[in-house]
């Protein structure tokens, strides 16, 4: 199954150098997910193709403006284009506030009914769950409360081999049990066992999403050997202090964590507005973890 991310803002809090605020999409096999709404969200769905009408869950990681101040105009927006079905959002409680102040002023009615889901940073706790992904919140440490987003795939069922079903007359009826692990008895009662008729389902993948955050291991054991991990790296080493200061992270800081969590790839982002040239950055990164990405805006990875 599809299972990719593209990134649609990559700046800190100030927009600059045609970057724009913080805001991702990660797509699993065509259910969007949409991962902090950033100034100017709506806008880059727009240039990256990104449809509206897809995006049925939000996840806000917490209450600075500029991982949310986009979403008031995508919300408006879908009201202007007579959404009917129901919004989860995923995010702080005092989201829900915000939003409905916003709406009580600007005398808006909603069209389709929005499901707000608190989430709170004490503990990591499941908060998003289907029949193919689970979604749990990681504990940063911010200046306000915040999470970052773990997206997990669930293990599927084992892959039963077409040769063995021809060779055992294996019926139809019988098939989703062996998928589930049971053996299979023909018919002179003979027992063939799972594992000569199956392969393993495939390697389950993952990303986790690690917002805004001061330099911290506390949750590398949550993530342990996650594909793909998104860490804020606002600033480089010569602004360490700053990075403590602000409760941020260096782009060498996120590359410890990638490693100490044996990441597959790191993709770093939040920059602040005062690098136009982001190569330091990523140079600095990749001497601890080489396999660091930019988040360069439009850029898709695969998961």
């Known amino acids: 199954m599809q299972f990719d991310l593209t990134i649609l803002g990559s700046n800190g809090a100030i927009p600059a150098h045609d970057r724009h605020p913080t805001s991702q999409i990660l797509n699993y096999n065509g259910n969007h997910f949409l991962i902090d709404c950033g100034e100017g969200t709506q806008f880059r769905m727009n240039k990256f193709g990104i ?5 049925d869950n939000i996840f806000i990681s917490h209450l600075h403006g500029d991982h949310y101040f986009g979403l008031i105009g995508l919300l408006t ?6 959404r009917e079905h129901p919004l989860h959002i995923y995010g702080p409680a005092g989201l829900e506030e915000i939003m409905n102040v916003h709406f009580k002023h600007s005398q808006t009615q909603l069209k389709f009914e929005i499901h707000y889901h608190h989430t709170t940073a004490d503990a990591p706790r499941v908060i998003y769950e289907d029949h193919f992904l689970q979604v749990e919140t990681i504990i940063l440490t911010h200046r306000l409360p915040t999470t970052g987003f773990l997206f997990k795939e669930k293990k599927g069922l084992r892959k039963i081999l077409s040769e063995k079903i021809t060779e ?6 019988q098939i989703p049990d062996i998928k589930k692990g049971e053996d299979f008895t023909d018919a002179t009662g003979r027992r063939i066992p799972n594992a000569e008729l199956t392969a393993d389902a495939p390697a ?14 506390s949750f590398v054991e949550q993530i342990k ?10 600033f480089v080493d010569e602004h360490t202090e700053r990075a403590l200061e602000t409760f941020h992270t260096t782009s060498r800081q996120a590359a410890i964590v990638a490693q100490k969590a044996n ?7 939040h920059f602040s507005a005062r690098y136009e040239s982001l190569d330091l950055l990523l140079s600095q990164s990749r001497e601890v973890f080489a396999e660091t990405y930019l988040a360069k805006e439009g850029t898709v990875f695969e998961i």
């Open 51 to 55: 449809k509206r009408g897809k995006l």
């Open 225 to 234: 050997g996650v594909g793909v991990i998104y860490h804020e790296a606002t």
């Open 204 to 217: 389950t993948r993952s990303y986790a999403y690690c917002s805004d955050t001061v330099f911290t291991e």
């Open 77 to 82: 927006s879908f009201n202007l284009n007579w």
């Open 168 to 173: 055992y007359s294996i019926p139809h009826a």
């Open 263 to 269: 990441a597959g790839k790191l993709v770093i982002g």
